[in-house]
């Protein structure tokens, strides 16, 4: 993903979905959150896209196995709090607005599916 598209999700999220009408919306908040995310994402998950293709998960003496580069890449994903995102805070959440979490879904997603659904 680009950042022409980073800029396609924010201006979807903003001006044509309604974000900025809501009560907590920060485009400027919003726009540096899903830039870092990008940036970690590109960097970290999307790489791993096609090695997730060629390998696949397996089950193996009863457990699932992932590609290679998922455990480290999950373990940095879940370390910098990207999954805590839109949980409640007494879980160790970040609570954020639906269309944000969206902006979160969507750069994942494009960067890498089988990833996202781990």
């Known amino acids: 993903m680009n950042s ?4 396609d999700i924010l201006f979807s ?5 309604g974000a900025s009408q809501l009560d907590g919306f920060d485009a ?3 726009a540096a959150l899903l830039a870092h995310y990008h940036q970690f994402i590109e960097a970290e998950i999307a790489p791993l896209n096609a090695v997730g293709d ?3 998960a397996w089950l193996e003496n009863g457990r699932v196995r992932v ?3 998922f455990v ?6 879940a370390g910098q709090g990207w999954m805590a995102l ?6 160790g959440g970040q609570p954020m607005l639906t269309p944000l979490l969206a ?5 994942l997603s494009g960067a890498n599916q089988s990833f996202q659904m781990i």
């Open 54 to 56: 060629e390998q696949g």
């Open 72 to 77: 480290s890449a999950y373990r940095q994903f």
């Open 4 to 7: 022409a598209m980073l800029d």
């Open 103 to 107: 902006g979160f879904s969507e750069i």
């Open 13 to 17: 999220m903003g001006p044509i979905g």
């Open 86 to 91: 839109g949980l409640p805070e007494a879980w």
């Open 28 to 30: 400027e908040e919003a």
């Open 67 to 69: 590609p290679d580069g």
